[in-house]
């Protein structure tokens, strides 16, 4: 079984940055791709940023381009994601998860595996 824990999340102005991290344990961790997810109260989880794990292909939602930026150390079995210029509407818990198989990165659905979240809190 595959364990995941976020950290890094916390309360932040506007403009400012945070920078997650996920860091995977358990067996061997070796999955497809790693993404990021967030989920404001009262509404649904949604896709943030991933990354093919074997490769380094990105993907990141539309609202979060050019402001966050998703890496990996596969050493360290890490993934993290540096939020940048962070905004009211960024302010969510968000979760990073990982997928076994191949697929549409975004979708999460795909995922097999989640941390239990980070809280994201930004002021304006």
């Known amino acids: 079984q595959v364990q995941l824990v976020e950290s890094g999340g916390g309360l932040v102005q506007a403009g400012g940055s945070l920078r997650l991290s996920c860091a995977a344990s358990?067996?061997?961790?070796?999955?497809?791709?790693v993404g990021w997810f967030r989920q404001a109260p009262g509404k649904e989880r949604d896709f943030v940023a991933g990354?093919?794990?074997?490769?380094?292909?990105?993907a990141y939602a539309d609202s979060v381009k050019g402001r966050f930026t998703i890496s990996k150390d596969n050493a360290r079995n890490t993934v993290y994601l540096q939020t940048t210029s962070l905004k009211p509407e960024d302010t969510a818990v968000y979760y990073c998860?990982?997928?076994?198989?191949?697929?549409?990165?975004?979708?999460?659905?795909?995922?097999?595996?989640w941390g239990q979240g980070t809280q994201v809190t930004v002021s304006s």
């Open positions: 998860a990982a997928g076994r198989n191949s697929g549409n990165i975004c979708n999460r659905e795909r995922y097999d595996f």
């Open positions: 358990g067996r061997t961790f070796s999955p497809y791709y």
């Open positions: 990354i093919v794990w074997n490769g380094g292909r990105t």
